[in-house]
C-alpha cells in the first residue's frame, strides 16, 4: 500500500468554506509535500514541511505536522471555485533521497 | 519560458508495440522521475535519475525502460511486457536529487496512452 493515505478521499462544499484534509504515512521521513492537480493535468507543488517543522503557512493554505502520528493536514481557507482539484500528500522517506510516495488524493468539489 | 514538456499529449498503440514517451526540461534540474497514475489513484514511482547516465528502478519499474544521456532528457519507453499499460504519465524534476531544500518536484502536463 502507498506510503500516504488522504482522507477524506472525496470532499464537496460550498465557496467561502474551509476546507480539511488529512494525510497519514507510516514510516520516518525526511519532508512531507502536498500537490495539487487539476483533472487531466500535471501536478502543482503547493507547500513542502520539513520534518523538523510543525506548522507552515502559504497563502490561504496552512499545512500541520504531527510525526508522532504520523499525519499531516492540509487547510485550504476561503476557499473558490478555482481550488476545486485533486490534493496529494507525498512523503519523502528518511534514506530514500527524493524518492516521494504519493497518497491515493482527496477530491475537492468548490461548488459556487 | 522554463518548464517540463511531455509529448504527446495522447498516445494511441497497439498491444505488442513499444513506445516511447519524451520528457525534457530546461529547468537545469539533476533529478527526473516518471510516474504513472490509473483512474481515480496517486502516482507511483517508475524510473528515477539522480544524475545523468544513470538511473534507479523505481516502485513499478517492470516492463518499462529509460536512458539519462542528457541532463535536460529522460524519455521512457513502455514494452510490450508491461501487462497493462494503458494509463497517465506523468514526467517531474528536481533540483535536488537527495531531498531537502529544492526537493520539491516540477510536474509536466502528462501523455495519456492508450494501447489496444
Known amino acids: 500500500s502507498q506510503q500516504g493515505e488522504e482522507d477524506p478521499q472525496a470532499l464537496s462544499i460550498q465557496e467561502g468554506e474551509n476546507a480539511t484534509m488529512n494525510c497519514s504515512y507510516k514510516?520516518?521521513?525526511?519532508?512531507l509535500q502536498w500537490y495539487r492537480q487539476n483533472s487531466g493535468r500535471g501536478l502543482v507543488h503547493l507547500i513542502l514541511i520539513r520534518s523538523n517543522e510543525r506548522e507552515k503557512h502559504s497563502g490561504r493554505l496552512r499545512v500541520t505536522l504531527d510525526t508522532s502520528k504520523k499525519s499531516s493536514s492540509l487547510l485550504i481557507t476561503a476557499s473558490r471555485a478555482a481550488d476545486t482539484a485533486s490534493y496529494f500528500c507525498a512523503t519523502s522517506p528518511r534514506a530514500a533521497g527524493n524518492k516521494l510516495t504519493f497518497g491515493g488524493g482527496t477530491r475537492v468539489l468548490v461548488k459556487p | 519560458d522554463g518548464g517540463i514538456t511531455q509529448s504527446p499529449k495522447y498516445l494511441f498503440r497497439k498491444e505488442g508495440q513499444n513506445v516511447t514517451l519524451s520528457c525534457e526540461q530546461n529547468?537545469?534540474?539533476?533529478?527526473m522521475y516518471w510516474y504513472r497514475q490509473d483512474p481515480g489513484q496517486g502516482l507511483r514511482l517508475i524510473y528515477y535519475s539522480q544524475i545523468v547516465n544513470d538511473f534507479q528502478k523505481g516502485d513499478i519499474a517492470e516492463g518499462y525502460s529509460v536512458s539519462r544521456e542528457k541532463k535536460e532528457s529522460f524519455p521512457l519507453t513502455v514494452t510490450s511486457a508491461q501487462k497493462n499499460p494503458t494509463a497517465f504519465y506523468l514526467c517531474a524534476s528536481s533540483s535536488n536529487p537527495f531531498g531537502g531544500e529544492g526537493s520539491e518536484q516540477y510536474f509536466g502536463p502528462g501523455t495519456r496512452l492508450t494501447v489496444t
Open positions: 514510516t520516518s521521513i525526511n519532508n
Open positions: 529547468l537545469n534540474h539533476d533529478a
